[in-house]
């Protein structure tokens, strides 16, 4: 990276209340969205639910961009990044869907929401934006929260079991990862439904081919709660909830985007209440409150503070 490439990049405004209230809907549906995936598993295996949503979200993609008169095959020197995110964002569904093969969906949870703390972490190296000792204690509260309201840790686990956390550990961290990269290459400056279309198109075949790979199959016509499920996934997961993610992440500070997404498992314990009748326990209203003084810390006015002297790199044209 040559120095005549080198630019200042800002760290991201402070979530404002609209961002806030934007990203507990989101946290709110992708909870919600758990409970789609495990509902429809009967009917239709886990990569090619994501591989259908993907194929669905994209045609979503393509009827926005089209009616916001967004030029998605403009030259806007994105390609090499959009490509990049695109691979992490597929080998990021197989990584965790493969995962929980092996481990359970309780240890996956809590392994998956590594993730802010690699935002954080590359937020500091690539974006100039530096959290104080008090915002990752803040990070650190709701990361035991979350464990506290998920039930981990567990006695008793095996190198089968270990070899599953690693996986979806892995798919936490390339969450992150293409966090990143929408916030620190060209992406940054295209319109989001552009980013997002890179990592949903590219995403379809990774998916496929691993649902081969993995020997997946539909043996039956689904039901009609299956194709509705699917359709919550197709239209308001990745069509819609993707997209405004995407440009929340192009806007606001990404650390603090990220925190607010360890209320996505909350959701889901709750959503698992009173769709799947599973059992909530006091413990989980002491998680409740870890998460969110958690969230307090790391979203207080003034904590976080950018770097001005770190490099990134200048938009291609």
Known sequence: MSPQNLKIAPAGRPLNATAVALMVMLCLSWGFNQISVKLALPDIPPLLQAAIRSTGGLMIILVVAWFRGVRLFQRDGTLKAGLLAGIFFGVEFILIYRGLVYTTASRAVVFLYIAPFVVALGSKRYLGETLSRLQWGGLALSFVGVALAIGVPQPSVDARVILGDLLVMGGGILWAVTT?????????????????????????????????????????????????????????????????????????????????????????????????????????????????????LVNRPGEAAVDPLLPVTETDT
Do not use: C, N, R
């Open 180 to 296: 990143l990269v929408v916030k620190a290459t060209p992406l940054l400056h295209a319109p989001a439904e552009k980013t997002l279309a890179y990592q949903v198109a590219i995403s379809v075949p990774i998916l496929a081919l691993g649902a081969w790979v993995s020997g997946e199959s539909i043996t039956h016509m689904p039901g009609a709660l299956a194709w509705s499920l699917m359709a919550y996934q197709t239209i308001w997961i990745v069509g819609i909830t993707f997209l405004i993610w995407v440009a929340l992440v192009k806007t606001y500070s990404a650390s603090k985007l990220s925190s607010f997404t360890f209320m996505t498992p909350l959701f889901g314990v709750i959503g698992g209440y009173f769709v799947m009748h599973d059992t909530l326990t006091l413990a989980f209203a002491g998680a409740a409150l870890l998460v969110m003084a958690g969230l307090y």
